[in-house]
């Protein structure tokens, strides 16, 4: 497994596919506040974040919502990003900690 850190990384969301951009989240625990890196959703609205670690997620409440399914490498078995989708509607992911690419999973947008 590499254990480097990812490339700069450029996700869609996997909802809207609309861009993403790089920012801190703010998590509230009873008696705690964490700071989160994530992409989020650049449409307004949305609550759609995509983390390295966790993978795609809604953010809502101050409070990460997982999803229970993530696209997994299958080589590393790091959270997958949406990297493009083509004009014919395939979704391409990929691995940000070893680049591995594959097509498919998830295709219902919101």
């Not at 229970?68 to 992911?93: I, K, T, Y």
Request: proline fraction near 8%.
């Amino acid at each position: 497994m590499n254990h480097m850190a990812p490339a700069r990384i450029s996700p869609l969301c996997d909802k809207d596919l609309a861009g993403m951009s790089p920012r801190n989240l703010v998590i509230e625990f009873p008696g705690e506040i964490q700071r989160l890196s994530a992409h989020v959703c650049d449409v307004q609205g949305c609550a759609r974040c995509y983390n390295e670690a966790a993978g795609y997620f809604d953010f809502v409440a101050g409070k990460p919502i997982l999803d229970n399914e993530p696209m997994l490498c299958q080589r590393d078995a790091h959270p997958m990003f949406l990297a493009l989708v083509s004009d014919e509607g395939r979704r391409v992911w990929r691995c940000p900690w070893c680049d591995e690419i594959t097509t498919g999973g998830p295709a219902d947008c919101e």
